[in-house]
């Protein structure tokens, strides 16, 4: 008899742990001896100097200069190790004496031209640098026996020679700085590490359940990956446990159209469940909740058609809330989870039932994603999840309400699609996989309105755009361009603007109030250390009388003081939906102190309204901060008008005394919505 339990999953419950108090992260670590402080901060005095002769160095060779960040790493994780007094086992010590060793033989083979790391095989630690803040992010990669770099690899056809790739997400662990991390992802192979497959695990910028910038790592790293060696992109598993799980659980359903398989063991799968959070008039404030849509996978359970998913948990594990709850939400949509339970086991996986595990999601990896899939369905809350395969939706009648778009080709003449709460569409074919034919013209049947859809273009793939007014229907040679309006990558919250590169802008002029002034120097510097605390990077931070053209062109700009004190804010302040002066801030019809009230909001920049601009906030959780990930949400919308004066709110330092979201055109909406 197996030792496990195979079911379809059709019961719910919820349980995990309460919100925990406000507390260090990550947290204090242990003294090492003046020696051996002094020993490892001249080694990495010396390899940050040899990185910085070589950056120097290689600029007339940029292939090589581009493996720099695989040195980087090294010296990231003993310099943040010294500087910030991380370590926390006096094993590290040694640890920081090995990485540094690594780093200086890296360092000499590229400066001899070599890198030998990018053909090994086995357990390899590489990095890159982030889009998001230019920081150096180490990954960890588990390379097969079986790949061999060729110098010049002949031409072949797709996917021949490619491999299959696991994406691993790691469970929670306050201690996990890049110098443990390194140390371990150098040692370990992990849970499953399938023969003739690549696995990477990423960081996912240290420990917060793969969100916000979490998230973005875990998809640069990806990319990374799959432009340094032969990744069959259709054979792209997703799995994780506990902390890993609840990234697999939100990753899977809001990226469900890139992965053959997504493998959650554990996690979470809602904020409000999993903490035991009263909804409602009873709970945090009602745009607080409204956002918990960004993140939870229930809500989102309809883009689970579009994956295979194989969950596990143990049958006594509390965690397991989190796969009862995915189920019952798949089961409206018509959709039953495959649950793996290891019998009379808490959290961890049962030896039988992680065999079946493995054997599970290697069938689905092998069997592949579908590249052009005939049906794909989303639902989504925000244009910042919008894709779906060859469907894009690209317009919402309203935010923070539920999206649904689905496509189908039903045969080589005709495309059915249904929406609701969508305003624009994008469907796209690539060329060679598009399965139109040409004659007759096909037809496009979206919401039961019959369009004349047009054949493919000369390259064989097909593209149409197709925007609502009015209840109709029509096609469109591009997307509405002129006028604000909100978008994917520039339709807020306030924390969208940390998934994407940025600047924060320091001012130099005197404040409208000294109260005001001490108050947002001081938001400032707690942003910047919180960046480096929870994302571990140094945010990129410039005066206002620094930044460039080229700085507004490419960054969202974090604007720091008030109308006088920042020359950038002083320029677009006529231009912003609310009024500030050193009297009063007006918002709508309401009128504000300047005195002790201080706006916050994000922004289509003015000055390039492709990028945005954000007013006195970093990212929001930071205020106050929980031990649970799951409580890691955005805690303000849009727009608010803090008093500095009140006690601390969710999201800031001063209590919250209005706030809300921009409409569509973003405009200020009615007050509560």
Known sequence: MKHFLLVLCLATSAAGSAIGAERQIPPPGIQITAEDRRELESGARTLGEEIESLRRDLKQRPPLLELLPDVEIFHKAVDWALRYDEFYRSNEVQLARVLLKQGGERAAQLRQGAAPWATATGLVVRGYVSKIDGSVQPYGLIVPASFVRKPQRPARKPHQNEYRLDVWLHGRDDHLTELKFISEREKSFGEFAPTNAFVLHPYGRYCNAFKFAGEVDVLEAWQHVRRNYPIDGRKV??????????????????????????????????????????????????YEQKLWHLYDATDDALNLFNTTVVAYSGEIDKQKAAADAMAVAMKPEGLNLVHVIGPNTAHRYEPNAKREVARLVDEAAAHGRNPLPPKVRLTTWTLRINRMSWMTVEGLRKHWQRAIAEAEIVDSHTIKVRAENVTALTLSMPAGLCPLATVPRPELILNGQNLDAPVADPDGSWNVRLVEEGGRWSLVH??????????????????????????????????????????????????????????????????DDEVKGADIAANNLVLWGDPRSNKLLAKIAGRLPIHWDAREIRVREERFESGHDVPVLIYPNPLNPRRYVVLNSGFTFAHPR??????????????????????SSAGVNGKVVEAGFFDEEWKLAEAGK
Do not use: C
């Not at 598993?237 to 469900?256: D, E, I, K, Q, T």
């Not at 924390?495 to 005197?510: H, Y």
């Open 237 to 286: 598993a997703l799995r994780g446990f506990s902390m890993g799980g609840a990234g697999a659980w939100h990753l899977g359903v809001h990226y469900s159209g890139d992965w053959a398989v997504v493998a959650p063991g554990a996690g979470f799968a809602n904020t409000a469940d999993y903490l035991r959070i009263p909804r409602g008039a009873a709970g945090p404030p009602w």
């Open 478 to 543: 591009g997307l509405q361009d002129g006028g604000l309006h909100k978008r994917h990558g520039l339709q807020g919250p306030i924390d969208d603007a940390f998934l994407d590169s940025f600047i924060m802008v320091e001012p130099t002029g005197k404040p409208l109030n000294e109260s005001v002034g001490r108050w947002t120097t001081n938001e400032m510097a707690k942003a910047i250390g919180e960046w480096r605390n929870q994302f571990r990077g140094d945010a990129p931070v410039r005066r």
């Open 626 to 647: 929980s031990t649970s990930n799951a409580d890691q949400t955005p805690k303000l919308p849009d727009h608010a008008v803090v008093d500095i004066n009140g006690p």
